[in-house]
């Protein structure tokens, strides 16, 4: 109950000192601002009702590109992932690539996508995809590594197969480590998707914020960017419940 | 004895599963070492068929290494190792179960598939790999805990179900790795009863690693005290009453007191 009553309360105050901040013309003030550049959540939730079928029409392009491109990006991940564990060989050949590669920001290639994979869902589903299957690739393989070297011992003693060692031990052992890894993706998936957008796109949330700003409708961005965060939060709350209830012993 | 041991142990009523002829274990000048390192120095010992072979020695002495070598997953430098007449490792491999030094129950699964596990790798369905790793849990006073997960059981009670594990592999040869070093005084001396009478319900040849001479002298036929790296045998021991039904009786009988005092005499002499 006080897990959920407190940040609830403290986000209740926000709001309500972002309506006074944001009504009375403060903040507008501050900054030297037209009050019309400030609006207040009952002003974004108005646009939010007001846009209602625009809104969700660009944000079911939007969450398309999120869910399919992360869903390519796991596939994808745990396909490496998986692929680097017989081949040893392979593994430390690709293995510190990977992990360096996740110092680069991807986004910055985005251009070059849209111009390989041409406008359309493709190349949005390409910058998604490439940002969650290196934080989840990583996490598989490191997950599949993690196993205790005593239960292979063990497992060997009792017949396992190379496959079955890889079933019944690593691969449940490499779960949580997936989970994370898919975590880190989720959060980064809707960033990939509105860059997509922003390089070149004829809908979806992310073009709908980047045309709002040029029209200086800020209601209409600020609805835009609260229908993105509520993607965001619930791709990552449905990745953290399903590691709830598959990842029991943890 | 204590009250709980036989609350939980082996029930002699139930019906006894198949015997195993049993395979005898022979090591004959065996010494391995790892790279330079020198971990077993030409060692021979023996086991009959069914008979329990102790290995007592200081801590970092090699006796893991030995029952690796013992269960086929390293090949020794040089000697050999025979079980039955199997040879080589992947044949000692197929005659020999090994139950770690820490349980390792895979936490996903229940107390009865992680017993089971064995017939699920040689490809037997679930439904009569489970049937039969249950009929082991009633005989061995597991009943009624095969659906829990090894988080919620007593650190006993998982030994048991590792120990089950690998008796449920229908290997003839067992090698556990200090089994209840783990465990504290009292879930120790009472396993040390469970595993005797569970021994003698259905006898195995076993080789038993342990740093407990007493744990040694009262399972084993035979103990062989070895010494600090690089391992050999300091003095092998007859024990005096092995498995005898009363633990704490067994263990303050003088002739047992006896034995434990040459035991940890050779261990001593055996790590300078």
Redesign the interface.
Known sequence: MRRWLLPALLLAALIGAWQVAASTGAVADALHLDPILVPSPAEVAEALWENRSLLAENAWVTLQEIVLGFLLGLALGLGVGFLLRPFETLRLAAYPLMVASQAIPILVFAPILVVWFDYGIGPKLAVVALVCFFPIAVATADGLRAVDPEAIKMMRTLDASRAQLLWRLEAPTSLPFVFSGAKIGATFAPIGAVFGEWVGAESGLGHLILQDNALLNTSRLFAAAFLLAAIALSLYGLIALTERRVVTWR | MPAKAKEFGASAALPSLKRYDGVGLSIRGVAHSYGELRTIEELDLEAPANGVLGLVGPSGCGKSTLL?LI???QEPLSGRIEIGDAGDGSGR??H???????D?L???LSAIDNAA??L???GTRRGSARREAAELFARFGLSGFEQA???ELSGGMRQRVAFL?TLV?G?PVL?LDEPFASLDAITRAEMQSWLAEALDADPRTVVLVTHDVEEALYLCDRVAVLSARPARIVEELSAPAARAPDRDEAVTDPEFVTARERALHALREGMR
Do not use: V
């Not at chain 2, 020999?96 to 820490?102: E, F, I, Y």
């Open positions: 690796e269960a086929g997953l491999l197929a020999c179960a090994l139950m770690p030094q820490r390792l895979l936490p996903w596990l064995a699920r790798n040689r997960k090894p988080a594990r592999a290997k090698a």
